[in-house]
Nanobody, 113 residues
Framework: QVQLVESGGGLVQPGGSLRLSCAAS????????MGWYRQTPGKQRELVAT???????NYADSVKGRFTIARDNAKNTVTLQMNNLKPEDTAVYLC???????WGQGTQVTVSS
């Protein structure tokens, strides 16, 4: 069984910053990519960013230049540094190991004045 546990969400004003973390544990062997998606009510889950074990990254166009994904392979953790947050970034952010069906429970990010 694989567990993904997110932390770091919250309420922030527009222009502010938050840092999300995700720790993977359990039956983990040779994880390649880890990533973040987000979901808002009535919309499909959308990719935010992914990172491979080698450090290659991929970002949604809407977050490029504002969000930075990083990982610690030894600790099986991935972080998402979110700067210059906008109201449209408000969503539940979910950690995943792409292609495995493993998802975290999600953490709420709300950007509002």
């Amino acid at each position: 069984q694989v567990q993904l546990v997110e932390s770091g969400g919250g309420l922030v004003q527009p222009g502010g910053s938050l840092r999300l973390s995700c720790a993977a544990s359990g039956r983990i062997f040779g994880i390649n990519a880890m990533g973040w998606y987000r979901q808002t009510p009535g919309k499909q889950r959308e990719l935010v960013a992914t990172i491979t074990s080698g450090g290659s990254t991929n970002y949604a166009d809407s977050v490029k230049g504002r969000f930075t994904i990083a990982r610690d392979n030894a600790k099986n953790t991935v972080t998402l540094q979110m700067n210059n947050l906008k109201p449209e970034d408000t969503a539940v952010y979910l950690c995943t190991i792409p292609g495995t069906g493993h998802w975290g429970q999600g953490t709420q990010v709300t950007v509002s004045s």
